[in-house]
């Protein structure tokens, strides 16, 4: 008897619970919130230096002058579709020039480390840096080099090289 007298205190006091939680008569409402986020694509690229150089050296002994940087750190972010071709590119707007004398800029190189990123020879004609698939971060590094000649007249050369981001 002892035994069915707390069991019925027990689940007298369990359902008291239950009922205190929702008042007799008590009314309920419900409201939807929508959520709505833009993302446009987006591309952005960064190049540790603004400026390499390579400075003089012997074509006996050196036949390949590493720039002064080397290595370039260069980071690639992208936001465009999961399917969508990221590409970086690089293009020289000239042959390296003295004002008086040039120098051929396919005679620039770079090698490249990091997915994604890809080695290659200078031109005024857009050439591959890197490609990707879809949205995300990529780091890397490029390494330049000027292939040494005693075809070279002596003079300071420059020429600027543009690269592109592409993420649809």
Not at 56 to 60: F, G, L, Q
Not at 73 to 78: F, L
Not at 100 to 120: E, K, L, P, S
């Given at each position: 008897m002892r035994k069915l007298i707390g069991a019925t205190i027990v689940a007298v006091a369990y359902v008291?619970?239950?009922c205190a939680g929702t008042p007799a008569g008590a009314a309920t409402d419900q409201q939807t919130l929508t959520i709505n986020a833009t993302v446009s694509a987006k591309a952005k690229l960064t190049l540790g230096v603004a400026a390499i150089n390579f400075g003089?050296?012997?074509?006996?002994v050196v036949a390949s002058i590493a720039a002064?940087?080397?290595?370039?750190?260069?980071?690639?972010?992208?936001?465009?579709?999961?399917?969508?071709?990221?590409t970086l590119t690089v293009q020289a707007n000239g042959d390296l020039d003295s004002g008086?004398?040039?120098?051929?800029?396919?005679?620039?190189?770079?090698?490249?480390?990091?997915?994604?990123?890809?080695?290659?020879t200078m031109d005024t004609v857009a050439q591959s840096a890197g490609s990707w698939t879809g949205p995300g971060r990529r780091d890397g590094t490029f390494s330049y080099w000027l292939a040494n000649s005693w075809d070279y007249p002596p003079g300071s050369y420059?020429?600027?090289?543009?690269?592109?981001?592409?993420?649809?």
């Open positions: 008291a619970l239950i003089d050296a012997d074509p006996d002064g940087e080397n290595p370039v750190s260069v980071t690639v972010k992208a936001q465009t579709a999961a399917a969508s071709a990221v008086t004398d040039t120098i051929a800029i396919t005679n620039v190189t770079w090698t490249a480390t990091g997915a994604g990123f890809a080695g290659g420059s020429q600027t090289v543009v690269y592109t981001l592409t993420a649809p």
